[in-house]
């Protein structure tokens, strides 16, 4: 009896862990299919290897231009919030990302002066 029970139990957990590692490869894919999420990641990506040679570039983290006009960077802005924020993102982990962005829109309303 508890033989059957050790088979079944481990049936059970192979059986969970196979769909646990389904939905997190889904939840992956649309991550990596997200173009927001993409160019943030890709600006992260770049941003780790030029690290030595300047300090974090907060355009290049929202995915935008310095030249870009203000209204095009309020709007990145409020894209990445409502993509970031943990209340609405339908993936958990991206409070980081969440954080870095918030950070990145500060140092450019400071630079822009509107405050």
Same mark, same amino acid.
């Given at each position: 009896?508890?033989?059957?029970?050790?088979?079944?139990?481990?049936?059970?957990?192979? *059986?969970? %862990?196979?769909?646990?590692?389904?939905?997190?490869?889904? =939840?992956?894919?649309?991550?990596? $299919?997200?173009?927001?999420?993409?160019?943030?990641?890709?600006?992260?990506?770049?941003?780790?290897?030029?690290?030595?040679?300047?300090?974090i570039d907060p355009y290049r983290i929202m995915g935008l231009d310095k030249t870009d *006009?203000? %209204?095009?960077?309020?709007?990145?802005?409020?894209?990445? =919030?409502?993509?970031?924020?943990? $209340?609405?993102?339908?993936?958990?982990?991206?409070e980081f990302l969440f954080q870095l962005v918030m950070a990145a829109y500060q140092q450019?309303?400071?630079?822009?002066?509107?405050?």
């Amino acid at each position: 009896m508890e033989d059957q029970f050790r088979k079944a139990h481990r049936k059970m957990t192979e *059986a969970t %862990d196979e769909m646990m590692s389904e939905w997190l490869n889904q =939840m992956l894919q649309g991550l990596r $299919d997200d173009p927001v999420i993409g160019e943030l990641w890709s600006a992260m990506k770049m941003e780790s290897q030029s690290r030595q040679q300047a300090g974090i570039d907060p355009y290049r983290i929202m995915g935008l231009d310095k030249t870009d *006009a203000d %209204d095009q960077v309020k709007k990145r802005y409020r894209e990445l =919030m409502v993509k970031l924020h943990p $209340d609405t993102a339908r993936v958990k982990g991206t409070e980081f990302l969440f954080q870095l962005v918030m950070a990145a829109y500060q140092q450019i309303s400071k630079e822009r002066g509107w405050r």
